[in-house]
C-alpha cells in the first residue's frame, strides 16, 4: 500500500487514524511491522515497537521553532537556503557530515552538494562501524540476510554488543526468537553465545557467556582462528584472555559442526583499540569457517538509515564514507578525510551537517575547531550542534513525517511510511533547494 | 591513589528512551553522567553509591555520579558510562588513521571530589 493511501491528508482533532505497516527508524533493525495510533497529530500508540521504538514514536512531537535560524534567529527558509548556499560556495575546504537519520533521497542530495563544492563527504560510520567498512575491503564479508538468519541460524553469536538494550527486537524478529523454515524450534533450535567485556543485560539470554578481559578481542578471535586451522594454542591463553583453551575448543567444535553459524559483531570491536584489525579477525574466522559449513559475520548497526548512508556514498562515489572531492574526483582515505580528522586537526572551514550531533558526540579538539567555523546544521530537535550554527533548519522527521527509503543494517532496504505531515519540510527538500542555489552561485562565478 | 581504569562507554536501555526526549533534557543529562563501578573498587576506593567523582582521561576531564554495578556485570578495573556528552569529552582527537577515536576500552583515572 503506498503512503498516500494510509495518510489522510486533513487531520481533525479528535480523529483517530492507524497506520499499519509503519517503520521504526531508531535503530538499524528498521522494524517495518509498526501499527501506529495517531490522534490530531501525536502518535498515542505504537504496537509491535520495542521500548526504544516506544520513546522513538510516543515523544515525537512538532517543535515550535522557526524553519529557519541564522546566527540563532529567526529567518525564512530562503533566506536560511541563501546563506547556507554563500557559506558551502565561498569555502575553501567544506565538509558534508552526518546522515545516517535521514532518508537514501536526502543522503544522494548531499553527497551531490560535497560534489559540487569540492568539499568532503562523511557519515557517522566514520565514528561507529567505519572500522568495519575498513575491514570489509581488507578481507571481504562472507554476508547474508537477516531472513536468513532467522530461517537458518542454528549458532549466534554476538561479539562486543548489548542487544537486549541497543536492539532489543534483533533477537525477538531477527536472529534467537523466531521459529524458521529449517529452525522449526525457533530459540530450542539455536544456541547463543554473548563475548563481552561486560556482564551486560543480554548475558542473560545467552545459552554461553564469555567475560573476556578488555582489548582483547582481537588475540581471542586470531585464537580461535588457529584452533580452527588445528594450530595448537598455549593454554596460557586464558591468562591473557580471560578464556580458556577449553572454553574456545569448545567453542570452535560448535562452529564447525552447525549447520548455519553467525558472528553479529557490535562496536566493542570496532571502537576499541585495534579497530578494523578486531573486525578483520572475525571476519577471517567467518570466512574460514566456510571450509567446514556456512558461516557468516554482520555488523549491527546503530542509527536507522547509516546502512543506507554507506551505501548511498558509495553508489555515487565508489567508497562507503570518509570521501574527499576536493580535487574533482573520490578519493577514500579514513583518518584524512573523515570528520573528527578534519575537525580535530582544523583543516575543515565550513560544514553541512544533516541529523547528527558533532558538537555533542565528538572529541574536545573537533568540537573546538566546529565552534570555529561557520555551518549548516539539519536538524528535527535542537542540540548542541544546531546550537552553534550559522544556519539551523528545522526538519520533518524521517519515517514518521516523510516518506523515502532507508536500509536495514542487512543492506535490504525498507519503505517508509509516515504517520502524518509536518509543516516543516524534509531534509531532502531542503538540501534540493541548498543545491540548486550553490549551482546558481557557482555558475555565476564562472560567467563572470 | 593514581590506578588505572579502563572505561567502556555504550548504550543503555535509559540512554535510548531518554535521547528520545531529547539530549538537552535533564533525564539524559543524568543518565549520560552516571557512572557504573564494580562494588569491590567502590569499597577499596572508599567511593559510596550516588558520590560524585572526577574521571580524567589524558584528554579531558568530567564529574560524574557513580553508582554500584550489579556483582558480576563490571570486574575491577573496568567501567562502564552511558553514551553521551561527558563519555565523549574523555576522548582524544587522533584516530590512528581510521577517522575513529578511541571511544571505548579508554585508560582513565578517578578522584574523589573533596
Ligand atoms: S528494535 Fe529498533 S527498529 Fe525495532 S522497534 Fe526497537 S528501536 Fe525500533
Redesign the interface.
Known sequence: MSAAAVIDAEVKEDEVKIVKDATCTFCGCVCDDMELTVVANKITKAKNACVLGKAWFLNHHIEDHPVATIDGQPATLEEGVERAAQILANARYPIVYGLSDTTCEAQRVAVSIADRIGGCVDTTTSVCHGPSGMAFQGVGEVTCTLGEVKNRADLVIFWGGNPAESHPRHWTRYSLMPKGLFVPNGRKGRTAVLVDVRKSKSAAAADIFWQIKPRKDFEVLWALRALVKGVEIDPEIEQETGISLAQMQDLVQRMKSCKFGIIFFGMGLSMTRGKHMNVEAALSLARDLNDYTRFYAKPVRGHGNVTGADNVVAWQTGYPFGVSLGRGYPRFNPGEFTTSDTLARGEADAGLIIASDPAGNFSQPARDHLKKIPYIALDPHESETTRGAAVHFCTATYGINTPGTVYRMDDVPIPLRPAFDSPFPSDETVLRAIEKRVREILRERLTN | MDDIF?L?P????RQ?????????KADFIEETQTLFMCPDDMTRRGVVDGERVRIRSE??QVELTCKAA?T????PG?L?LP???PS??L???????????????MDVQLDKLL
Do not use: A, W
Open positions: 579502563i567502556i555504550g548504550r543503555t536501555s535510548g528512551t531518554t535521547l528520545n526526549e531529547g539530549k538537552l584528554f579531558g550489579k558480576g556485570e563490571l570486574p573496568l562502564f553514551y553521551g556528552d565523549s569529552r576522548m582524544g582527537g587522533e584516530t590512528h588513521c581510521t577517522g575513529m577515536p578511541d571511544s571505548k576500552g
